[in-house]
């Protein structure tokens, strides 16, 4: 009976070790779910912040694609300033310039006035030509 209390004993303690091993096992992960409420609720705000940034965002594309694609939406796009400009306002034109630009008008101009008509020949004519049995005269003007 001394050697099964011994055993009896022995079962007890080892089972007794491996409860308070479990037990400290617990313990060091409840400490770290002690801080897991600090970390959800920081995650959370964090979350929220994010999702109004989000909303902000969406609403700024909605309004520039309202102003980009909607309904007279050329009248709301505003000129690139880093856009380049062709400006012919300021420059002067060189004599030669004056001078080939003015005969070119007056070229122009009178191409206006007067338009040459130019008769296209007939392939096929419309009547037939006179018969030859019909008697001809040929008179002369000197005027």
């Known amino acids: 009976m001394a050697v099964e209390q011994e055993a009896f004993l022995q079962q007890i303690l080892e089972d007794r070790d491996q409860l308070y091993r479990e037990t400290s096992r617990l313990k060091s ?6 801080n897991f409420e600090k970390e959800r609720v920081s995650y959370q705000q964090l979350i929220d912040q994010k999702d109004t940034t989000i909303t902000k965002l969406k609403q700024q ?21 880093l856009q380049r400009k062709l400006d ?25 006035k007067v338009r040459v008509i130019e008769v296209k020949d007939k392939k096929h ?19």
Do not use: C
């Open 125 to 143: 004519p419309v009547r037939k030509p006179l018969p030859e049995s019909l008697p001809r005269e040929e008179t002369h003007n000197l005027s």
């Open 29 to 34: 992960q409840l400490s770290s779910f002690e």
């Open 88 to 112: 012919f306002e300021g420059l002067d034109l060189l004599p030669e310039e004056k001078e080939l630009a003015t005969s070119a008008k007056e070229e122009i101009e009178q191409y206006k």
């Open 61 to 81: 594309i909605e309004m520039l694609q309202r102003k980009i694609w909607g309904k007279s939406s050329e009248r709301y796009i505003n000129e690139d300033p």
